[in-house]
């Protein structure tokens, strides 16, 4: 039998050739990425803890690990393929197909339980700038101040703020056991 690894590595090569703009990466993230991204979730806000571009679910993994109530925790996919794979790894888990570019009207009334992070795996700087402009929207939109977006990026300069012009620059630290490295970022919602 196939093990769960190699199944996600060939679901995600797949995507890549049926969407390689929106998949952003060659791989899944590695689970030190992952946990590093996890990491920086408080568990101790209110609100829920959006993820967004959940892929083949490393970071959701992560973030259950990290302690992230299930109840708490919304992962929003475009794919629709991913979506399924996503709802038959974590039955526990609200698993959202749609595009991040709505994301207010995706959560419908799960709006009303209010938005504490969002841990993002989604590829802003291969996304067309019109999705990713509507993507950092939706960010300030749903994030009240204080709020945290955690963001990583293979690009090792970083997200360019102007993408996020609503946001300060927590921190950001390259994850070098990654292969490829990448950097996470966390931004605080002013
Ligand atoms: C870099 S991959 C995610 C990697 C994921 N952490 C994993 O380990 O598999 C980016 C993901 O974002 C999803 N995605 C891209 N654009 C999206 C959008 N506008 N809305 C929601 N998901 C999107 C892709 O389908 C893909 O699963």
Redesign the pocket.
């Known amino acids: 039998m196939q093990n769960p690894g190699a199944a ?1 590595l060939a679901l ?1 090569t797949r ?1 890549i050739w049926a ?1 390689p703009r ?4 060659a791989c ?2 590695a689970p030190l990425l ?1 946990s590093r991204m996890a990491s920086h979730v408080p568990l101790d806000r209110d609100g829920l803890v959006l993820e ?9 993994a992560a973030l259950l690990k990290h302690g992230a109530p299930p109840w708490k925790l919304v992962v ?4 629709p393929t ?1 979506a399924h794979h996503l709802r038959q790894r974590f039955p526990q888990l609200r698993i959202i197909q ?4 709505q994301l207010a009207q995706l959560l419908d009334d799960d709006r009303s339980r209010g938005v504490g992070s969002i841990v993002s ?3 802003l700087r291969s ?1 067309h700038p019109t ?1 990713t402009r509507a ?1 950092a929207e939706q960010f300030e939109t749903l994030l009240p101040p204080g709020g945290l977006l955690i963001q990583y990026t293979y690009d090792l300069r970083g997200v360019p703020l102007r993408l996020l012009p609503h946001f300060r620059r927590r921190s950001s630290r390259i994850v070098w056991g990654n292969l490829p490295p990448a950097r996470v970022e966390v931004f605080e919602r002013e």
């Open positions: 996600s995600f995507e969407n929106a998949m952003g990466a899944p993230s992952a967004l571009g959940g892929g083949t679910g490393a970071v959701t929003i996919e475009r794919s991913l749609g595009d991040a570019a795996s989604l590829p996304l999705t993507i």
